[in-house]
């Protein structure tokens, strides 16, 4: 079992900065494709960005609304994924999850239901 805690949230002007970070226990998880999603009040819950394994490149991708903007990382070392957030803004506010697989493929990183390991959460605010 994976365990994953989220931490780095909270409230931040418009176009300030937030890094949170998503550590991870249980197992190493140099193995596993990490992501974050985001859920906003009455909204679904919605891809942000994931980084493959290190060995595979450790390749990044980034849904449009964000790309450009945040950037996701992470540390072996740390068993711990980041993501950098930079010019926020109001619709940036939502709950952020990590989450975590060893089996996902290119194809389903994108989709939250296919990862089986997640966060409990934190609540990124973006006031105008």
């Known amino acids: 079992q994976v365990q994953l805690v989220e931490s780095g949230g909270g409230l931040v002007q418009a176009g300030g900065s937030l890094r949170l970070s998503c550590a991870a226990s249980?197992?190493?998880?140099?193995?596993?494709?990490m992501a974050w999603f985001r859920q906003a009040p009455g909204k679904e819950r919605e891809f942000v960005a994931v980084i493959g394994v290190m060995w595979g490149g450790g390749r990044t991708y980034y849904a449009d609304s964000v790309k450009g903007r945040f950037t996701i990382s992470r540390d072996n070392a740390k068993n711990t994924v980041y993501l950098q957030m930079n010019s926020l803004k109001p619709e940036d506010t939502a709950v952020y999850y990590c989450?975590?697989?060893?089996?996902?493929?290119?194809?389903?990183?994108?989709?939250?239901?296919?990862?089986?390991?997640w966060g409990q959460g934190t609540q990124v605010t973006v006031s105008s």
């Open positions: 989450a975590a697989d060893d089996s996902i493929t290119t194809a389903t990183m994108f989709l939250g239901p296919k990862y089986a390991y």
């Open positions: 249980g197992r190493t998880v140099s193995s596993y494709v």
